[in-house]
């Protein structure tokens, strides 16, 4: 199969972007060529990652690879992202989720992105929002918290302080936490994560009631100013989110198929 610089890139990113969280929980993970595996393992039936980063010639083999480590890790529940849509995982219990695009910005300037940090600009509704940077552990919290509750996260809620995203998160190199108010009151947050080669945006959250106002937006402008605009910047975008995307300058590289067992269809 032919590849992608670009959508590699982007496949590269979220398998290091998971290992980051397997070395601060104190997760298993395996490295295969083409596959990466964290085991995540908060609780028995925690859902574990697959990340499927090259083309691959045959099907047959990534999913011999994948029953193998289903089998070694006792696994309940796992998703697995396949942006090569040739992988069928219906015989191991898991159900296809809707297609998503992987989508990549060009490096360049980030056009209305405000200069400086805390960043200050104007809701949709007329109130301000203010977008700063997570640097402490309480706003790192903050950010866990929006993403927990705005993305939403149910497997973690109720939300509690450092089971999703520990603070030590934020000293893996690469990753950054940015955090949206309105108006004062907690509003949207997001995570970028920086490999050397392309930047990662992650968790994009807003809160139900804060929707509608430009937080999305502006939480993106801001990251992708201040987070290496010199690289490419890559994510895997749903359809609420796929506009907001476009208008910033993302483009569509490939579908990618996510496959997903829960503990019911074991």
């Known amino acids: 199969m032919k590849t992608n610089r670009r959508l590699e890139q982007a496949n590269d990113n ?9 070395r601060t929980h104190g997760w298993r993970s395996h490295v295969r060529p083409g596959l990466t595996a964290v085991r995540c393992a908060r609780t028995p ?19 011999k690879q994948l029953a193998e480590l289903l089998d070694a890790w006792e696994t309940v529940c796992f998703t697995l992202e396949d942006p090569y849509g040739g992988l069928d995982l219906t015989r191991f219990g898991a159900a296809r989720l809707p297609i998503m695009p992987v989508m990549v910005r060009e490096p360049g300037p980030v056009e209305g992105a405000p200069a400086g940090l805390p960043a200050t600009v104007r809701a949709h509704g007329g109130g301000t929002l203010t977008i700063d940077e997570a640097l ?6 903050l950010v866990e918290r929006i993403i927990v509750d705005g993305f939403p996260l ?13 603070t030590r998160l934020l000293r893996e190199p690469g990753c950054r936490a940015w955090a949206g108010r309105l108006d004062g009151a907690p509003a949207g947050a997001c ?12 968790w ?7 929707r509608g106002q430009g937080v ?11 987070a290496h605009p010199d690289r490419p910047a890559t994510l895997v975008a749903t ?10 300058g993302f483009t569509a590289q490939a579908p990618t198929c996510w496959w997903s067992r829960t503990s019911s269809s074991r």
Do not use: K
């Not at 149910?154 to 520990?166: E, I, S, V």
């Open 45 to 63: 039936d925690d859902s574990q990652r697959f990340v499927v980063t090259r083309p691959y010639v045959e099907p047959a083999d990534v999913e």
């Open 14 to 22: 979220a398998a290091a972007f998971w290992l980051a969280q397997a």
């Open 204 to 210: 994009v959250a807003t809160l139900p009631d804060q």
């Open 136 to 141: 402490d552990g309480d706003t790192f919290a």
């Open 216 to 226: 999305a937006g502006a939480l993106l402008r801001t990251a992708l100013a201040h």
């Open 191 to 202: 995570l970028t994560f920086d490999d050397g080669s392309a930047t990662g945006v992650y």
């Open 154 to 166: 149910p497997a973690r809620q109720p939300w509690t302080r450092g089971d999703a995203l520990p």
């Open 239 to 248: 359809a609420a989110g796929e506009p907001v995307y476009r208008r910033l």
